[in-house]
């Protein structure tokens, strides 16, 4: 009906998230800096998603049972 959509010129890398000239996807070679940050950029929702979950547990009766527990347990070694 329409035909197809132009394609970008530019495409992220997958690995680091660089914008690539498509031509040159093949040959792009990351940068070890940019590729950490990008995926510690990746991982900062699910490392928040943690720190909620185990907030969450810790609160809850088995999560206070664990701590008291483990307290306990370091206090007899």
Request: hydrophobic share 35%.
């Amino acid at each position: 009906m329409f035909g197809s959509l132009p394609q970008p010129a530019r495409i992220p890398c997958p690995d680091c998230g660089a914008s690539v000239p498509r031509e040159e996807q093949g040959e792009h070679a990351c940068d070890p800096a940019e590729r950490d940050r990008f995926q510690r950029f990746q991982l900062q929702l699910e490392v928040e998603r943690f720190d909620d979950e185990l907030t969450s547990w810790l609160s809850s009766p088995g999560g206070r049972f664990a701590m008291f527990y483990a307290e306990w347990q370091r206090r007899a070694a």
